[in-house]
């Protein structure tokens, strides 16, 4: 099966998102101006440079405009990441709910916040690592918008961490998101040496 998008006549949505997998998702909190904490998933998300450290995340735009999220990351100029790891999957899927945007996705989900210290939106209590950010950029790709964000603070539940203080792999039980509904465990893994 050959797919030329010029002439396919559906979205190359699946074939996307079945081929790049896992995603790993950016459960994102923003505040809108007029004070409601949102909440929600993002796959199209990953690391983009950490010199200086930034994040991405790239909202589809609905027919109204862009998502709630990215309208809220671009007006306020904040944001947080919280990490999805597996006891906060269901919840995290239950975020991803069409809301009105006076409701909350944190009250809609029954999920506590914790503060933030330099940003406004708050972060998942429950979530282990969670990274205030500030908006770095923000840019039109086509029919979504690429939200850009440095990391002003990283929160890393000390459980995670190795004694040099790096995030040990085996205890990240992080999921990623495959096609359609379905996710992938980070708990099988294996290793490869890298050539020199
Ligand atoms: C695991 C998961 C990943 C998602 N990833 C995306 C994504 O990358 N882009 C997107 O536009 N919507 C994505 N969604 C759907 C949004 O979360 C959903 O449209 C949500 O209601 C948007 O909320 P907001 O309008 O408050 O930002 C995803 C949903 C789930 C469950």
Known sequence: MKIDPDTYERSLYRTMTGAVVPRPVGWISTTSEDGVDNLAPYS???VVTVQPPILMFAPANTADGPKDTARNAVETG??????VTEPLAEAMNETSATLPPDESEFDHAGLERAPSEKVTPPRVAAAEITFECELYDHVEVGASTMVLGEIVLAHVDDALTTDEGNLDVERVDAVGRLAG???ARTSDRFRLERPD
Do not use: D
């Not at 904040?78 to 990490?83: I, L, Y």
């Open 44 to 46: 199209f998300f990953n």
């Open 181 to 183: 509904n379905w996710y």
């Open 78 to 83: 904040e944001f947080v990441v919280n990490v």
